[in-house]
C-alpha cells in the first residue's frame, strides 16, 4: 500500500455515504445496460468510461474486496489480508493508476465438492482484487443484456430459486427434452484468448490482459 493519501482527510470510512454511492454507480450501470441491449456501443463506452474514473465506484470496488467479499481475508502475494479503514482510502486513490502491472497471484489447492481431488485457486494481491472489481462493475451491466435470458450460473441477483421456476414453467406447457452434460474440467480449459477477442475493444481492455 502507499503511504497515507486521502481525498478529505476529515471523511471516516465509516462516515460515507454508501446510499449515496451505490445510487451513482448503479446510474451509470443502467445507462450501460440499457445502451448494451439497444446496439449503442459508442455510447456504452463512454458511459463505461466514466464509470471508471468515478470516485464512488472505486469507493464501492474497494468496499466489495476489503469489507463484503467472504474471501477478504486471504492474503495473496503481498501478504495483505485485510485492510484498516484508514487504509481503505489509499487504495481507492491508487485505483487511478489504473494500469499497474499486476502482481503474480498465490496459487492455493481447495478441495472439490463431493471429490477427493483438488482444484487451483490463484489468489491475487488487494490491488488487483480492488481492480478486478473495478472492472467487473462496468463490464457487468454490458453483458448482462446480451446474456441468454435463461442462463443462471454465476449472474447477479440469479439462483437455483430461478432455474427451477424457469425449468417448472416450461415444462409445463407440453413435452420437453432435458439434456443433462457435465464438460469435463471446462473453467480449466476455457480459451481466455478467445473470451478477450469476445470483449474487444473497451476501457478495460488493457486491465483484462494484466489478469
Not at 108 to 125: A, F, H, N, Y
Request: aromatic residues 10%.
Amino acid at each position: 500500500m502507499p503511504s497515507q493519501v486521502s481525498i478529505n482527510p476529515n471523511l471516516k470510512w465509516k462516515d460515507v455515504n454508501w446510499k449515496q454511492v451505490e445510487k451513482s454507480v448503479y446510474k451509470l450501470q443502467k445507462l450501460i445496460y440499457k445502451a448494451s441491449s439497444r446496439g449503442e456501443i459508442s455510447k456504452m463506452r463512454k458511459y463505461q468510461k466514466l464509470l471508471t474514473k468515478s470516485y464512488y465506484a472505486r469507493l464501492l470496488a474497494v468496499r466489495r474486496v476489503t469489507q463484503d467479499n467472504q474471501g477478504r481475508k486471504t492474503a495473496g502475494v503481498d501478504g495483505i489480508k485485510n485492510l484498516p479503514p484508514t487504509q481503505r482510502f489509499n487504495l481507492v486513490y491508487l485505483l487511478k493508476s489504473r494500469y499497474l502491472k499486476a502482481s503474480p497471484t498465490r496459487r492455493v489447492w481447495i478441495p472439490k465438492p463431493g471429490k477427493d481431488e483438488k482444484r487451483p485457486l490463484g489468489i491475487p494481491t488487494m490491488y488487483d482484487r480492488a481492480l478486478q472489481a473495478l472492472v467487473k462493475l462496468g463490464m457487468e451491466p454490458e453483458w448482462e443484456a446480451r446474456f441468454e435470458p435463461n442462463s443462471y450460473g454465476f449472474r447477479p441477483g440469479r439462483s437455483t430459486d430461478d432455474a427451477i421456476a424457469a425449468i417448472y414453467i416450461s415444462i409445463n406447457h407440453k413435452s420437453k427434452y432435458v439434456l443433462d452434460a457435465d464438460i469435463s474440467k471446462c473453467f480449466d480449459r476455457i480459451n481466455h484468448d478467445a473470451l478477450l477477442e469476445k470483449i474487444g475493444k473497451n476501457p478495460y481492455r488493457t486491465p483484462n490482459r494484466i489478469f
